[in-house]
């Protein structure tokens, strides 16, 4: 993409394959900034192969991987002519973790690549990826991946990421990098991740195009904070208000919950526009603006525009299962309850969850799902007593958290984030005892973005919707 205008209209890169890449190539079409979202790529690019790659999409885009090799043994080890047979379990990928794993790698830059190749297709509109800092397991596998298929923006929230700008920087010019990774119990020792490109591209032949880094943040303060310093500085920021869908940050302060047992927010939580603009940076706003007059509020507010999720979320190129997407727009348009659930999440972030007949919402459906933890995305990284590394997660069995050295009552009310959005796009996990993986559905709380569009909207349908703010 060449140097151009930063967009009005960024689209939220959410959930798990929610955002892929056929919603980030429509909304990119359009001229606005399409983001797919990068979380578990790894996953989805490997269960769907085993389901046969209808279209051959994927092995399209592998087939232009700059190493054949590599692409070649994420085939040979996942792709099945015609799909598995219905009720069959998937074929495991490595989990995340801090020792070194080729294949892990490989396979997570791999299928970085192939959905950014993809999105990047037939246009020539700007393409982001979404990454939450709170993976950092795989964030530098991931990067190099998106970046070698010429990712133009990153993006980056649920956590502060001070260390990004450089990594971005080193894999640009294909030199070995890595970031630190939080590690429990770890005091001043220092742990990383990270990946050196020789061990997968012994001679590139060209410096790979720096993508810009947006920073999502939910208040001024943090934004001032990575705006000090040249080694941290992102190239603007995506400021998020509470009501946006997915993970949110906790109220500043002591947690207090209100008599539905969400977060309470008060003034401390209001980001200071004035003050987010006066650090020079271009920034936009999100959660509860996916509207005209929310865009309008927005460039009056000194913004460069706003990022949309949940009008997108349930457009027709939208990666949710086609009957979950309709039941959630059916929802929305009259009496859809979104709770800010403080416990759902491992991340001990609140994460909203929107309350639909059938899916982890629901009581007992949660009840009936057995606690297991085997896709890992969300674990915590921790030191055992014998001083080796361990890694836990409030989503896993009780008694298995407990003896990890965690009180049981912090794994109350805890969904497995990774099961449930993986479901949610129809990829969910058959178990061997016949149980299927339920899905976990997140929108924003704010349901205006759906006033003016037509029934089974398109992503076009929301950009032209949207921009009729920008001349008001």
Avoid at 265 to 272: H, L, V, W
Wanted: proline letters at 9%; hydrophobic letters at 40%; one cysteine or more.
């Amino acid at each position: 993409m060449s140097e151009a205008a930063p967009p009005v209209l960024i689209q939220g890169g959410m959930g798990v394959g929610v955002s892929g890449w056929r919603l980030a190539r429509a909304v990119a079409r359009t001229g606005q900034l399409g983001v797919v979202s990068g979380t578990a790529l790894d996953v989805t690019l490997a269960r769907r192969l085993q389901r046969g790659d209808p279209g051959g999409h994927l092995r399209q885009a592998l087939a232009r991987f700059p190493v054949p090799a590599i692409a070649e043994r994420v085939l040979a080890r996942y792709f099945v002519p015609g799909g598995i047979a219905p009720g069959t379990p998937y074929r495991p990928v490595p989990r995340v973790g801090l020792r070194p794993n080729r294949l892990r790698d490989e396979l997570t830059v791999v299928a970085n690549f192939a959905e950014i190749f993809l999105a990047r297709q037939g246009h020539d509109g700007p393409i982001g990826v979404n990454y939450l800092e709170k993976i950092q397991l795989a964030t530098p596998a991931a990067a190099y991946g998106a970046m070698l298929a010429g990712v133009d923006y990153v993006l980056m929230g649920a956590g502060i990421p001070a260390e990004i700008p450089h990594l971005l920087d080193a894999f640009a010019a294909h030199r070995p990098a890595e970031i630190a990774v939080a590690v429990a119990g770890a005091d001043d020792t220092r742990h990383t991740v990270g990946l050196d490109p020789s061990a997968l591209l012994p001679a590139p032949a060209e410096p790979l195009r720096r993508p810009k880094l947006l920073a999502i943040v939910s208040s001024h303060v943090l934004a001032a904070y990575l705006a000090r310093s040249p080694q941290t500085r992102p190239d603007g920021f995506v400021l998020e208000t509470p009501v946006a869908g997915g993970h949110s940050a906790p109220p500043r302060g002591r947690m207090q919950l209100d008599e539905f047992g969400e977060p309470v927010y008060g003034p401390r939580d209001e980001p200071d526009t004035g003050k987010l603009a006066a650090l020079g940076l271009p920034f936009w706003l999100a959660g509860g603006y996916g509207t005209p007059d929310g865009l309008a509020r927005a460039l009056a507010a000194g913004a460069t525009g706003i990022q949309v999720g949940s009008a997108f979320a349930l457009c027709r190129e939208s990666g949710l299962d086609d009957e979950l997407r309709r039941l959630l727009r059916k929802a929305a348009g009259g009496e859809l309850e979104v709770r800010n659930d403080p416990r759902a999440s491992p991340t001990g972030f609140p994460f909203k969850v929107a309350q639909v007949p059938g899916t982890l919402s629901e009581p007992g459906c949660y009840e009936r799902r057995p606690r297991l933890c085997d896709l890992g995305y969300l674990r915590t990284p921790y030191v055992k007593p014998d001083g080796a590394i361990g890694y836990r997660c409030p989503a896993e069995p009780v008694e298995t958290y407990a003896r990890k050295g965690r009180p049981a009552d912090e794994a109350e009310g805890r969904q497995c984030l990774c099961n449930g959005l993986t479901a949610a796009i129809g990829l969910g996990q058959h178990r061997g005892d016949g149980y299927q993986e339920p899905a976990l559905l997140t929108l924003g709380q704010d349901a205006a973005f759906l006033h003016g569009l037509p029934d089974d909207h398109s992503a076009a349908d929301v950009v032209n919707h949207i921009l009729q703010g920008a001349s008001t």
